[in-house]
């Protein structure tokens, strides 16, 4: 091994990388292919005009050599006028094609990558509910920023210049070939010296890119965990560790960093041996074929000439080559998802009622540990039941399996006798809707949000479900109303007025059960409370799990379930519990007081 050795850590280990995958050699050619395909007609036209242009530049060394070779037999008529008009139109068409073929390169590659962003976007929504809830947000963002970022240069550039650099390097060896090919062999003396830089280089590159951006991701995992949960972080007084572990996940990136660094301060320097290797043999071996009488001077100076110009696309070609290396790593993290198997589901199953049932249930995040416990519930239709218990007991997991966001690992979980985890997401959708404290605000109109829960869905129908959530007071109050821009660039919502606009697109979605799940956490209590009361009206007849943090959910509830230790203890209406003296009755009087 030259220099410096791979950090020890690496953070694209199975052990420590994240949920997400990485694509494999086999799926990132797949789509690559498949995304040629797609452009086929652009990428051939690229080539020819590229073609054109590389033919055209190749015009001038030849009227150099011949008009040194005219020069060197005594000719006196050089025909000069004809030369240099052919030289200048030669010139005339070499930039008008050279212009066309930077212009339809950046077009391909910005067609190429809207294609792969919309790719992306299609396929990770598409994706199983439980497979992005275990992957968090870090590593998504970063694949959708940061990787795409990367990937965009060698989209815009990359993709088109290395077509460029082949077939611009191809035809001045062609053309070398042709006119002297003594001087084709004298390039290729370079060629085991660019053959062992880039073996070296490129075996070490993508797998050393792979782990710098597997430590980026890292980083920014780290990072918006502890900004989502800065209040716990500063209750728990956990600040010192998370800057502790900042430094450690910073470290670790910008060691990859300083390894991908060395490793290009190996190949650049042997690409620039390889520049002088070849005009040197060029011109030494040329001017001793001259004096052999194997070369004229005229061949000699068009090969000098075609040699010295083939710098460019080497070097071309190997730039753009490694800025692959970046993106190959990069497109391997976006096509990663297409390795995610989706739950297809069998369009046959579907609910033949309303009923809720989970039977037996056993889940837990990690292979061997368990979260719940042979978790037996029966909801029946209409029924507004509360979880209780505290935190970590598996409340919010259990929710998750009734909401069909889970499958359980033993047992069932059933819709109208037919199970959850059979059923396509589409056809659970239509029946379950889960809301949490998470929310997102949507680039557009305040009606544009509302409407993604119902396409068409006519103002009036927009109003009553703002209405229902109290939102319709301060909706009202925009000076455009339903028309004003909210998200990005727009009218900034409150984080309360956020959650407000997710239980109105509830509303408007009206799934028969629904699962809560904080869904009113940020607002004030006696705010939340007067909502939960009106969404009560607007929701009569419906089944509601509510995960209950505020006892007074509980208290509104027809039925009770106490979660401690991954299992039910108690179950029962506020009353029968508050009279049974147990862990709930506790929890009443210490919260009532």
Known sequence: MIGVAPPAYDPAAPESATTLPVGTPTTVRSYVRSLLRRHRRAFTVLIAVNAVAVVASITGPYLLGGLVEDLSAGVTDLHLERTAAIFAVALVVQVLFTRSMRLRGAMLGEEMLADLREDFLVRSVGLPPGVLERAGTGDLLSRITTDIDRLANAMREAVPQLAIGVVWAGLL???????????????????????????????????????????????????????????????????????????????????????????????????????????????????????????????????????????????????????????????????????????????????????????????????????????????????????????????????????????????????????????????????????????????????????????????????????????????????????????????????AQAQQIALARLVLADPHTLVLDEATSLLDPRAARHLERSLARVLEGRTVVAIAHRLHTAHDADVIAVVEDGRISELGSHDELVAAGGAYASLWRSWHG
């Open 173 to 495: 060896l062609g053309a070398l070939t042709v006119t002297a090919p003594p001087l084709a062999l004298a390039v290729l003396i370079a060629l085991p010296v660019l053959i062992v830089g880039c073996r070296w280089y490129f075996r070490r590159a993508p797998s050393a890119y792979r782990s710098e951006a597997a430590g980026y991701a890292a980083v920014a995992a780290m990072l918006a965990e502890t900004v989502d949960a800065g209040r716990t972080v500063e209750a728990h007084r956990l600040g010192g560790r998370r800057v502790a572990l900042s430094d450690r996940r910073i470290s670790q990136w910008t060691a990859w960093e300083r390894y991908t660094l060395f490793l290009r301060s190996v190949l650049f320097p042997v690409i620039n041996a390889t520049y002088v290797t070849i005009l040197g043999a060029v011109l030494l071996l040329g001017g001793w074929f001259v004096l052999e009488g194997w070369l004229t001077v005229g061949q000699l100076t068009t090969g000098a000439l075609l040699a010295q110009m083939m710098v460019d696309p080497i070097g071309l070609i190997l730039r753009w080559y490694d800025e692959l290396q970046v993106a190959q790593v990069s497109l391997a993290r976006l096509v990663g998802v297409r390795d995610i198997e989706p739950d297809a589901g069998d369009a046959e199953v579907g609910p033949e009622g309303r009923d809720v049932r989970a039977d037996e249930v056993r889940f837990g995040y990690r292979e061997g540990v368990d979260v719940l416990h042979k978790v037996s519930l029966d909801v029946a239709p209409g029924t507004r039941l509360a979880l209780v218990g505290p935190s970590g007991a598996g409340k919010s997991t259990l929710g998750r399996l009734l909401a069909g966001i889970y499958a359980p690992r033993t047992g069932e979980v059933t819709l109208g006798g037919a199970e959850l985890s059979r059923m396509t997401a589409e056809r659970v959708r239509e029946h379950v809707a889960l809301v949490n404290q998470e929310h997102h605000v949507f680039v557009g109109s305040l009606r544009d949000n509302l409407r993604l829960a119902r396409e068409g869905a006519k103002d009036a129908e927009l109003w009553a479900s703002l209405a229902a959530v109290d939102a319709d007071g301060w909706a009202k109050a925009l000076e455009k109303g339903l028309d004003t821009e909210v998200g990005s660039g727009g009218f900034t919502l409150t984080p």
